[in-house]
């Protein structure tokens, strides 16, 4: 038996590789980069463990290259979640260790922050110096009187000083008159706390006492209605937690990363602020990682990848909107970054605030078995009062393009007397197909089981499910008719439709099509809470989060489309959507009204909300998903495939069904084709399992992947496991 060194590397292994040390190298250490052989490449690994016995002869294993950290990037308690998060996701160990690194890490790149040049005024230099240097090299002498009186110069006032100048003052460092130095900077922002914070009401006061950066482990959940002053509250305890000098990780949405949440953050807090998100650059990334690793950061703000960030003194967790469907990744490492934030406080011994106005029904399940502690923020703060909210019976009325009679009048009432309105309809496009008025065909996606979206803006079809696009057909494919129509409703045709009816009204369309351009959702986000725009127009991009103080109307144009989605979670989805689009509505002193239009006014979930709200529609939703012995009533998996040959995923899903261990704690269902089987030319098919035993769920996948992995099938599809997943399609 050799001690060998186990390193996690990239490729489809679950566990680490075994490698020899270095030769002439001191041993790396667990959580160090080393650069090791395998085949023919060479890979960036991490090693895991040092001390591990191998049953495999020491002639036959490689010896790890070179270590590539000179300490640990990853602390051993990090190493422990992450190497814990891959085997309960069941991904690749290797994958899932560098995935959780920056992308500069990952190619191998020194853990260094980003360095400025900076030049300095040598001590040689001379008052002499420059009187020589001034009939000679002017420009050199220029230079070299600014550093006398400044001592310093910065890569950015050189670039001030235009022209030739950094190559003068190549020449002077030549000469010996002046020196360069590398700086080091995170790219931190700094916060100011230049406002001072509310006097906290009492409810916000109950929940921010619960929370105490520092003292260890507790898990609550701030169910707060838009608007009662969560955030008010985080700050709060972030603002303890800096007090203390340890560091807070907040864990945002996607969407919710707002350069309006950053500056409310740095007007508040007299703290070093880090961010990471996916619209940074890659030594962006790097930076903010190394800033809250080194405790350089007092607070990290970041999405769903910031979970696996290292902190020197961690002291608190706050997951924002920890209902978001963005916190779960779908695809590759399928992790959850609120399960794991929970678990990441738990093992690090700090609180954790779980944060929403509409808590997905797996936390709520926890928060009444008191697993977490409940806080309830029932009333907004300030001056605001609760919108008004009420269902428009669409059936048998007369529509203006899928606007009904009593919508228009709310809109124009409430434009009459100053009042802003939003309007949501969570499909962009013009409409969701065409259809032809002579034959019935319908415009469908060659790669897809699905319909081609109409966009009138760039005169194409658009698949949104696998991006095809094509030129609209000038007459139809099957019969020949110029007859083609638009059918359903997307929010081009809507914005269409209000700019006739209420021509004069300025009014500004948020979804993804007319934000494409670089700070255009910035843009036009402040044109709406300014108030330029009277009218606002969007798709969930518009709904979530964001602070629209003069919104006094919001309608909701179709809330039929959620109500018979194919997904379990379908109706939780649409609810807690109603809920935060209708919480845009009267932020500030102004009452607001809510009006959803519908088909199905008598709907048990859409008299729920309207009548209860969230909580009582939560609650049914609840007794329904344990009725059903859906999540979060038994634990849940999927393994999925996916190929080319519409035979492949169904044969290779019978044959691991064929392998699987009998269990009878695990119900297995499948193979069925997903709802959408065919998605961009592949053909796709599941398994589901479930069980009131999540253990029990874990154990049958350990034994059971091994075996599917062997399957000669298993190299004919592309398949992948999805533990708790949270789509079902
Ligand atoms: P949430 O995060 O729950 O949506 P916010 O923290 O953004 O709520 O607060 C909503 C609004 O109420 C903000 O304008 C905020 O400044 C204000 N606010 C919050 N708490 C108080 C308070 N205690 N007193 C007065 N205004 C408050
Ligand atoms: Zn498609
Ligand atoms: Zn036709």
Known sequence: MTQTIQVA?????????????????????????????????????????????????????????????????????????????????????????????????????????????????SAHAQASDLDALRR?????????????????????????????????????????????????????????????????????????????????????????????????????????????????LVIVPEIGLTPQLLSRFQRRLAAQIAVLHSGLSDSERLNAWLAARAGKADVLIGTR???????????????????????????????????????RAHRLEVPIALGSATPSLETLANARSQRYQHHQLSERAGQAQAPLMRLLDMRGQPTHEGLSAPLIERVQSHLDADGQVLLFLNRRGFSPTLI????????????CDARMTYHRGKRRLHCHHCDREQPIPRDCPSCGSVDLRPLGLGTERIEQALQSRFADTPLVRIDRDSTRQRGSFERQMQAAQRGEAKLLLGTQMLAKGHHLPTVTLVGVIDADQGLFGADFRAPERLAQLI????????????????????????????????????????????????????????AMALIRAEATDAAAPRRFLQAAQALAPETPAVERLGPYPAPMERRAGRYRAQIMLQSDQRAALQTLLKQWLPRIHSLRESRRVRWSVDVDPTETL
Not at 181 to 186: E, P, R, S, T
Not at 318 to 341: M, N, T
Not at 436 to 447: D, V
Not at 620 to 629: F, I, K, P, S, V
Request: proline residues 7%.
């Open 579 to 634: 809920i935060q689009v209708a919480g845009r509505a009267g932020r500030a002193e102004r009452p607001g009204e809510v009006a959803i239009q519908t088909h199905h006014p008598e709907h048990p979930l859409l008299q729920m909300l309207i009548h209860g709200g969230y909580p009582a529609f939560a609650q049914a939703a609840l007794a329904e998903r344990e009725a059903a012995g859906l999540p979060p009533a038994r």
């Open 305 to 343: 990848s910031a979970i696996f960030v290292p902190l020197a003194r961690p002291g608190l967790i706050i997951v924002d909107e920890e209902h978001d469907a963005s916190l779960k990744q779908q695809d590759g490492f399928r992790y959850s970054a609120r399960d794991l934030a929970i678990l």
């Open 9 to 121: 590397v990239p490729g489809p292994f679950a566990e680490p590789l075994d490698y020899l040390a270095p030769t002439n190298e001191p041993l790396p250490q667990p959580g160090m980069r080393v650069q090791v052989p395998l085949g023919r490449r060479q890979l960036v690994g991490m090693v895991v463990e040092t001390q591990a016995q191998t049953h495999i002869e020491s002639h036959r294993l490689k010896s790890i290259i070179t270590t590539l950290d000179s300490e640990p990037l990853i602390d051993a308690d990090l190493l422990a979640l992450i190497i814990w998060s891959a085997h309960y996701y069941h991904h690749p160990i290797g994958e899932a260790l560098i995935s959780a690194l920056p992308a500069r890490l990952r190619q191998g790149h020194a853990a260094t922050p980003s360095a400025e040049t900076l030049w300095q005024l």
């Open 436 to 447: 032809c008025h002579e034959c019935g065909w319908l415009a469908e996606c060659q790669r």
């Open 136 to 248: 000679r090299a002017p420009r050199q002498a220029m230079l070299l009187e600014h550093l006398m009186q400044s001592q310093t110069l910065t890569a950015a006032q050189l670039a001030g000083l235009g022209g030739d100048a950094r190559a003068a003052l190549q020449k002077l460092v030549a000469k010996g008159f002046a020196t360069t130095q590398q700086q080091h900077h995170y790219g931190l922002m700094a916060g100011r706390a230049s406002e001072p914070a509310f006097a906290l009401n009492d409810a916000q006061h109950t929940s921010a006492a619960a929370i105490q950066p520092g003292h260890g482990h507790a898990i609550l959940l701030i169910d707060g209605v838009t608007g009662s002053g969560k955030t008010e509250v985080y700050l709060d305890a972030i603002t303890r937690a800096i007090q203390q000098g340890v560091q807070t």
